[in-house]
Structures are given as structure tokens and as C-alpha cells.
């Protein structure tokens, strides 16, 4: 991905009355997203971005068309896994369809995408593609791009993957996705190699890219030395998942702990509303939407829901409450109201997320 570092601080928006409101639901709101909620919101989604041909399915840009890019396409993939994940394999087909017109698209090896990072979030795609429909052909297509990726990216020197072609950096947008999509072929493929991987990968990133006083996740430090101290939600959530699916709880708990306390702009009830990272299709538009799948796994693999689930449920209650009546779209600058006209599917995604991975009041979910 073309990660722009210039990132809108959480600011807080103060327009009136509604606004206002707005933000109140951020405590516990008078309208609490159920699990109803979050198949109307994956259902919106659908009818509004996915084009369906024959046993292929495409996500426009937007309403009215387009091409959402590679690596933003992949990660709206994703969030319909984790619908299919929430109840239990109900948009199974519809994972399937996405992920053959995804493949058509843009092919079966993906060796022309420079961007490393890319084709770790692609292999991620594909093998919880692969656990949810048991297609080996999914499963291929990651373990052929994953190892092909490796081979160019890894520097043995420093005991990283660089994040581009042009191997100028080491960023925590490769490593720790590297980490997962390793992590999650060691088990599709029953391989403890890609374990090992996966450890290797966390250690460096820990060691280099990881405030520990804090919990802090940096964002990447170049060939020369020079640290980009940069943290986004997105990092923070890769950051937790691998330490979760590693079994340093420890590290996942402080980097979900910065993420919940640090990020974001803080409301009366004082729970921080996730950052507005851009919006119109902006390479950063959907990035809240990989911070909260990861955390909310941790949170509900080591049963944490007093920690999390209030700022998390805050969270999702927020996207579901700005959303348009007329379509329940809801886009990702969640302090304001989502407006009128064409929205694009990149800015739709962490709403959908958001409700797909929380748990309603209630309930206990399990990922």
C-alpha cells in the first residue's frame, strides 16, 4: 500500500446539536447496535459496492463504479469474511465469489505489485478464504504468493522484510501482516516452518519498531536508521494480532491498551472514537477497520471484554449511528454524520467491520 503518513489527527468536530449528539453515543447510547444491525450493514454494503458475474463477484470504487485499488479491494474481501465468520458461514459463497473475481482481476501471482505489504494482506484474504470454503485453490494461490514475496523481500542481514521493491525501508505495515499471513499458512498447510517465520518476523519488529513503556507501534525505520514514529490503528491491530497468535499476551495487551487510550478523539463518555484517517477513497480511508478485527480477536481469545468491549462497542455504536437511513451506508468519519451522494466502498468497510467483530451488548462472540 502507499501508506501516506500525513494523517488527519482525531480531531474533535464540533457542528451543533447534532454533532453533539453524535458523539453521545459513544457512552452507552440509547440505540446499541444488535446482531440484526450487523446484517443490515453487511447487506447495505453489498447492494451498494459488489457486482456479482456468474461465480465472480467485483467491489467497485464506488456507487457508481470504478476500481477500488489492489490492496483495498483485498481488505473489503476481509470484512466480508467477517461476516461470514460472525455467523458462522452464512456469506460463505459470497467469500468465494469475491475472491475468483479477484483473481480475475488481478491474476494469480501477484509478482508485479511492488508493494510487499500488498501481498501479505492478499495471502491473509486467501487463506481464511480457504478456512472458510476449503478451497485448495485458495489456499495455493497464498502459499505461491506468500513464499515468492519472502524470497524477494526477506534481508537476512537485519532479519526483516523490506516493504517495497526498492528495499529503502523495514515498516510495520509488512511485518506484522508477514507475521499473520505466515502464522495462518502454518496452520491451513500444517507446516511449522511458516511458524518460525512468523517468529522471526515478530522478534525483529518488537525489537525495533515497538515502544514498550508505551505500547506504541512504530511505523517503519529506513536503511539508514531513521525511525518514522508514526502509530495508526492499523499497525496497532496487526501489531496485537501476531502477539496474540503467538502467545505474547503481554505485547497484545500493550498495544491494544496505547490503541484504546491514545488514538482517536476523546468523547464525554470517554471512550476515544477511532481516527478519521481521510475519506474519498483515500489510501488510509478504511485502515480503522484492520485495528479493530485484530483487537477484538485478542479480546475475545483471552475473554478481556472488561478492558475492550465498552470502547469497542462505543466504537461500532458510533458507526452505526451516523449512518444515511436511506441505504444504511455508513463511511468512516465517524464524528460527523455520513453524507448525501456517492460514497466510495474503501470509506464504507470499518463500519461494516466494526459490527461484524464486536459483540453486541449481550452476547459473546467468538472470531
Not at 464540533?14 to 447496535?33: C, E, H
Not at 469474511?81 to 452464512?90: I, K, L, Y
Not at 495471502?123 to 502459499?143: C, D, L, M, S
Not at 506504541?216 to 492499523?234: F, I, P, Q
Amino acid at each position: 500500500m502507499k501508506l501516506l503518513c500525513c494523517r488527519k489527527l482525531g480531531k474533535l468536530i464540533a457542528v451543533g446539536t447534532a454533532a453533539s449528539a453524535i458523539l453521545m453515543t459513544a457512552g452507552r447510547p440509547a440505540s446499541a447496535f444488535t446482531n440484526a444491525d450487523a446484517d443490515t450493514a453487511v447487506n447495505a454494503y453489498l447492494k451498494a459496492f459488489v457486482l456479482p458475474n456468474g461465480s465472480s463477484a467485483f467491489i467497485k470504487g464506488d456507487q457508481n463504479g470504478g476500481d477500488p485499488g489492489f490492496w483495498q479491494e483485498i481488505e473489503q474481501i476481509e470484512g466480508i469474511e467477517d461476516a461470514n465468520d460472525r455467523t458462522r458461514g452464512a456469506y460463505k459463497n459470497q467469500v468465494a465469489a469475491l475472491l475468483n473475481g479477484f483473481s480475475n482481476a488481478h491474476g494469480t501471482l501477484w509478482s508485479y505489485n511492488i508493494y510487499n505489504d500488498d501481498i501479505c494482506w492478499a495471502t491473509i484474504a486467501y487463506t481464511r478464504g480457504y478456512q472458510a470454503t476449503k478451497n485448495v485453490t485458495f489456499r495455493t494461490i497464498a502459499r505461491n504468493n506468500f513464499d515468492m514475496m519472502f524470497a524477494r523481500a526477506w534481508d537476512p542481514a537485519k532479519g526483516a522484510l523490506y516493504w517495497t521493491t526498492k528495499n529503502t525501508s523495514y515498516n510495520s505495515c509488512i511485518e506484522c501482516p508477514a507475521g499473520i499471513a505466515s502464522y495462518l499458512l502454518s496452520k491451513a498447510l500444517k507446516d511449522d516452518s511458516y511458524v518460525t517465520k512468523a517468529r522471526n518476523l515478530f522478534a525483529w519488529e518488537k525489537a525495533n519498531l515497538f515502544d514498550a513503556s508505551s505500547g506504541a507501534v512504530w511505523d517503519a525505520v529506513n536503511t539508514s536508521g531513521k525511525v518514522g514514529t508514526w502509530s495508526s490503528t492499523y499497525n496497532q491491530g496487526t501489531f496485537v494480532g501476531l502477539a496474540d497468535f503467538l502467545g505474547d499476551t503481554t505485547s497484545a495487551k500493550l498495544a491494544a491498551d496505547y490503541t484504546r487510550d491514545h488514538l482517536g478523539s476523546p468523547t464525554p463518555a470517554g471512550y476515544r472514537i477511532m481516527p478519521e484517517y481521510g475519506s474519498g477513497g483515500d489510501n488510509n480511508s478504511g485502515l480503522n477497520s484492520i485495528g479493530l478485527r485484530w483487537i477484538s480477536r485478542f479480546m475475545q481469545d483471552h475473554k478481556l471484554q472488561k478492558a475492550y468491549l465498552p470502547w469497542l462497542q462505543a466504537n461500532a455504536n458510533t458507526a452505526w449511528n451516523v449512518r444515511r437511513t436511506s441505504d444504511d451506508l455508513s463511511w468512516c468519519q465517524w464524528l460527523q454524520p455520513t453524507p448525501s451522494g456517492v460514497l466510495h466502498s474503501w470509506d464504507c468497510i470499518n463500519s461494516v467491520v466494526a459490527l461484524q467483530v464486536t459483540p453486541p451488548d449481550g452476547t459473546a462472540r467468538k472470531p
